[in-house]
């Protein structure tokens, strides 16, 4: 399914008493759901975050529109525990969003070397940073906040309902 822009993944974060139901549904109408904590509920939202403002279409969510599903992720290499090869662009979106989780988890997180982690770490992986870069990150961190900011702030039997990508301008 290669044309999955033109019809948008249609998310639904769930809010219940003991976390969140996470339900992803494609432009053909499938779907793939999971029951999740509150860690994964704004891991996701940090995804939606960063895949909307980088323009990224083989990351998680467009790996979703594509057709895997959320627990494919967690596939292994038979005989092996490495984690399925993905494309690149999606190591990209998961070094990003890993090094956004660690600065909100963060005690200082202003303080926290956002750019100079992410530049060592995908120099490390040999991953190409996109031309703006800089301005896609603050985009995302600013679509982040707010995102998780929506979540908190969501009644308990609430839904916070999105859609991939998100219809933002980077400057």
Same mark, same amino acid.
């Given at each position: 399914?290669?044309? /999955?822009?033109? =019809?948008?993944? $249609?998310? *639904?974060?769930? %809010? ?7 339900? /992803?549904?494609? &432009? ?15 891991? #996701? ?5 960063? *895949?909307? =403002? ?9 790996? +979703? ?10 596939? %292994?290499? @038979?005989?092996? !525990?490495?984690?399925?090869?993905? @494309?690149?662009?999606? /190591?990209?979106?998961?070094? +990003? ?9 963060? @005690?200082?997180? !202003?303080?926290? &070397?956002? #750019?100079? $982690? +992410?530049?060592?770490? =995908? ?7 996109? *031309?703006? /870069? ?11 906040? #707010?995102?998780? $900011? *929506?979540?908190?702030?969501? &009644?308990?039997? $609430? ?5 991939? &990508?998100?219809? +933002?301008?980077? @400057?």
């Amino acid at each position: 399914m290669r044309g /999955y822009l033109s =019809a948008m993944l $249609q998310l *639904e974060f769930r %809010k219940n008493e003991t976390g969140a139901m996470l339900v /992803y549904t494609r &432009p053909d109408g499938t779907s793939t759901w999971s029951k999740s904590g509150e860690f994964f509920v704004l891991h #996701d939202l940090v995804h939606l975050a960063v *895949e909307s =403002a980088f323009g990224f279409k083989e990351a998680f969510f467009g790996l +979703i529109a594509q057709g895997r599903t959320i627990l494919s992720f967690e596939d %292994k290499v @038979p005989g092996s !525990h490495e984690h399925q090869q993905l @494309p690149d662009e999606a /190591y990209l979106a998961e070094l +990003i969003v890993g090094h956004l989780d660690n600065m909100r988890h963060s @005690p200082e997180p !202003h303080d926290y &070397p956002l #750019d100079n $982690q +992410i530049r060592r770490s =995908a120099s490390e992986a040999n991953l190409a940073l996109s *031309e703006g /870069y800089e301005r896609k990150l603050h985009t995302a961190v600013i679509v982040m906040s #707010d995102l998780h $900011q *929506e979540w908190r702030s969501l &009644p308990v039997g $609430q839904a916070l309902k999105k859609s991939f &990508p998100l219809p +933002i301008a980077v @400057p």
